[in-house]
């Protein structure tokens, strides 16, 4: 019975998840537990949505670039070698797969940006207003911490 909610759950979401902390984390902002009867969990609110599918597009994000680091490293240190002991250089092909490492990452920080963008655009107007009220009070109290550097003996 288990199993079906989870097959269910995957195909619902797709096969493109990644798993952070003990969860599984998908683009559409759902998630489940990393276990058999762990709890599975779809966001109904647009900002709670818009979090978790950020969440998802950092990790992606840093996914990216540690493999594009991994394979650069790897690649430079075959080709520190092979010009210290005349050895082979890495190929075209290995140069091609850096350089889709590199466009994947573009990619990722892309959608990691529209992630953040959506983010701020859904936050609710009474989260909004609360921080504008807090922004009036550190203004004021910017104001007030000057006054008081300003006074001298």
Same mark, same amino acid.
């Given at each position: 019975?288990?199993?079906?909610?989870?097959?269910?759950?995957?195909?619902?979401?797709?096969?493109?998840?990644?798993?952070?902390?003990?969860?599984?984390?998908?683009?559409?902002?759902?998630?489940?537990?990393?276990?058999?009867?762990?709890?599975?969990?779809?966001?109904?609110?647009?900002?709670?949505?818009?979090?978790?599918?950020?969440?998802?597009?950092?990790?992606?994000?840093?996914?990216?670039? $540690? &493999?594009?680091?991994?394979? *650069?490293?790897?690649?430079? @240190?075959? %080709?520190?070698?092979?010009?210290?002991?005349?050895?082979?250089?890495?190929?075209?092909?290995?140069?091609?797969?850096?350089?889709?490492?590199?466009?994947?990452?573009?990619?990722?920080?892309?959608?990691?940006?529209?992630?953040?963008?959506?983010?701020?655009?859904?936050?609710?107007?009474?989260?909004?207003? $609360? &921080?504008?009220?807090?922004? *009036?009070?550190?203004?004021? @109290?910017? %104001?007030?911490?000057?006054?008081?550097?300003?006074?001298?003996?």
């Amino acid at each position: 019975m288990a199993n079906d909610n989870i097959t269910k759950f995957h195909e619902k979401h797709g096969p493109d998840y990644i798993a952070h902390n003990g969860w599984l984390l998908w683009p559409d902002g759902a998630r489940r537990e990393n276990s058999s009867y762990g709890v599975m969990y779809e966001p109904t609110d647009p900002h709670e949505i818009a979090k978790a599918k950020l969440l998802y597009a950092k990790l992606k994000s840093q996914q990216a670039v $540690r &493999e594009f680091d991994q394979m *650069k490293q790897f690649l430079y @240190s075959l %080709a520190r070698a092979a010009s210290r002991d005349g050895g082979h250089s890495p190929n075209d092909a290995a140069l091609a797969e850096l350089k889709q490492l590199q466009r994947t990452v573009k990619t990722a920080c892309k959608k990691l940006e529209k992630a953040e963008a959506e983010v701020d655009r859904t936050i609710p107007a009474d989260i909004k207003e $609360r &921080e504008a009220q807090r922004e *009036k009070r550190r203004e004021a @109290s910017r %104001a007030v911490l000057s006054k008081v550097a300003d006074i001298t003996i």
